[in-house]
């Protein structure tokens, strides 16, 4: 025997079962990524791991415009600024 059990269930049983499923998954993906340390707000250290490069390359892109927050000393980056900063020089290959 295989462990397979044939189950027939109705379309909107399918679709509540998604609909949890899909549910859990977020909560748990948030949950990850909150544990993860993963916030909004980096050091330029995380900034760096979060981009995959090397400090200095990161200073290069403060001077091309990539917002930093300095507050008492510490100097943090915005996740949401790298994202929006980093889609801007995104590059379409065009396929004629």
Do not use: W
């Amino acid at each position: 025997m295989n462990g397979f059990i044939p189950l027939q269930v109705s379309d909107e049983f399918k679709g509540k079962y998604f609909e949890l499923f899909y549910e859990l998954s977020k909560e748990a993906f948030e949950a990850a990524k909150r544990d993860s340390g993963a916030g909004r707000f980096m050091t330029k250290k995380q900034c760096c791991e979060f981009i995959g490069i090397s400090f200095g390359h990161l200073q290069k892109l403060e001077k091309f415009g990539l917002p930093v927050i300095e507050l008492e000393g510490k100097v943090l980056v915005d996740r949401e600024d790298v994202i929006k900063f980093m889609s801007k020089y995104k590059k379409v290959e065009n396929h004629n």
